[in-house]
């Protein structure tokens, strides 16, 4: 207004936005995701409070299935490569990302880890997210599914004071339960918890020191990786998927050389993302649906 | 305390509404914050304060609007109550949450344009 009569004063206005705050790092997100649902990988980000035992989960899951699939990880910790270290002594291709001060792992710090790691040749791809039941829980990665360490040692009521982080869980994974015999915890009071904190409470109880429980874990991912978008493929997508996840798989089990691998890796995933550059549209739909099944409502935000 | 991570997307976000709209102040934004959104109402208000000094939102105030969670049953519409098992008694559907009850928005930014 003021400006027609030219006395110069401004005019205050409200503009609605309505957008997400973490609207940037959602963008970032959803392009991992489309990085992942590429090239046929599970990506799954693993969550828990400091010494929860989602490294010792992982070894132990190398042990359970690493024969049979090729596992990778990028593991975030304020400070030390400790954790990437410990992995790849277990079998699994590792990365660190140190984070500072940082208290969570974002979509970015992800994205950046891809470069210079050759998780397009895996089969499973865990994110470790820093130790803490609070503020991972707000950023999404791209992953598929958000699985939660909850130990056996750390109280009943865990659930029930972090309701945010297990609100988003796709699964809870109650860890050490070799140490129930020495424990006055109650897995059904844990259970209880869960149920009211989670719409979909899934649990399985592991023990990554005898191994009790890996089996079950093993067919979950199993699952999870039969309902990727490629997979469970709408149409066109299933016949061209398959050739190419398992022709990797026997590539890289005869590989024995990192940059072996690593040239395959390019080879091919020039194929999968131009190849099928144009079903990358029709495979839109399955992707989204395979989301919705998975992780849809907790990343629905 | 990644609030602080919260608030810096926030500013990042209205200095590049300032800038398309060449405006030349911010007087107030608005965010609304879902309960379970995993975000402290307090402590971003403490974040913010701190944070916005020689930003574009320095002489900025912030309204918080919180969105309480309300859990439904999608088939019945049944509310679950507050603390209970989240299904739905009657149909063992798991329950829906409210909308706007995880998510934290910048709703509004009140600013001078020229």
């Known amino acids: 207004m003021c400006t027609t009569c030219g006395c110069g004063d401004t005019s205050l206005v409200p503009v609605d936005v309505h957008e997400k705050i973490l609207a940037g790092n959602d963008r970032v997100a959803a392009h991992n995701r489309e990085h992942f649902a590429a090239a046929g990988v599970l990506a799954l980000n693993l969550m828990g409070s400091p010494g929860a035992g989602k490294t010792a989960l992982l070894e132990a899951t190398a042990r359970a299935a690493g024969g049979r699939w090729r596992l990778g990880a990028v593991s975030g910790d304020l400070a030390t490569d400790n954790d990437a270290r410990r992995l790849e002594k277990a079998g699994i291709p590792s990365k660190a990302i140190t984070t500072g001060q940082g208290c969570h792992l974002d979509a970015q710090l992800v994205h950046d880890a891809l470069h210079g790691f050759a998780w397009k040749d895996l089969d499973v791809f865990f994110i470790e997210n820093v130790g803490n039941l609070v503020c991972p829980a707000v950023y999404d990665l791209g992953q598929a599914a958000n699985v939660v360490a909850l130990s056996v040692t750390e109280g009943e009521d865990k659930p029930l004071k972090y309701p945010v982080m297990f609100k988003g869980a796709d699964l809870v994974l109650l860890t050490k339960c070799d140490l129930l015999p020495h424990l006055e915890v109650d897995v059904a009071q844990v259970m209880d918890g869960l149920r009211r904190v989670m719409p979909r409470a899934e649990v399985i109880q592991v023990s990554a020191r005898t191994g009790a429980g890996m089996d079950a874990w093993v067919r979950w991912l199993e699952a999870r990786k039969a309902s990727l978008p490629r997979a469970t493929g709408a149409v066109h997508v299933h016949s061209h998927a398959h050739p190419h996840v398992h022709a990797h798989a026997h590539e890289h089990r005869h590989a024995d050389g990192t940059v072996h691998s690593h040239e395959h890796g390019h080879e091919h995933a020039h194929g999968h993302l131009h190849g099928p550059g144009a079903e990358e549209d029709h495979r839109h739909g399955g992707a989204d649906h395979a989301h919705s099944t998975g992780s849809g409502h907790d990343h629905g935000h | ?114």
Do not use: N
């Not at chain 2, 912030?62 to 439904?72: H, I, N, Y």
């Not at chain 2, 509310?79 to 934290?104: H, M, N, Q, V």
């Open chain 2, 1 to 114: 305390m990644h609030e602080y991570s919260l608030v810096q997307s926030l500013v990042g976000r209205v200095e590049d509404l300032v800038r398309e709209r060449r405006a030349t102040a911010v007087h107030r934004v608005v965010v609304s914050v879902g309960e379970l959104a995993g975000l402290d109402p307090e402590l971003f208000r403490t974040a913010y304060d701190t944070f916005r000094a020689g930003t574009l939102c320095a002489g900025a105030s912030m309204e918080l609007r919180t969105v309480p969670a309300r859990w439904a049953c999608p088939g019945c519409g049944r509310e679950i109550p507050r603390g209970a098992i989240l299904t739905c008694p009657a149909c063992d559907l798991p329950a829906r949450l409210s909308a706007g009850a995880d998510e934290i928005l910048l709703e509004t930014v009140e600013m001078e344009v020229p």
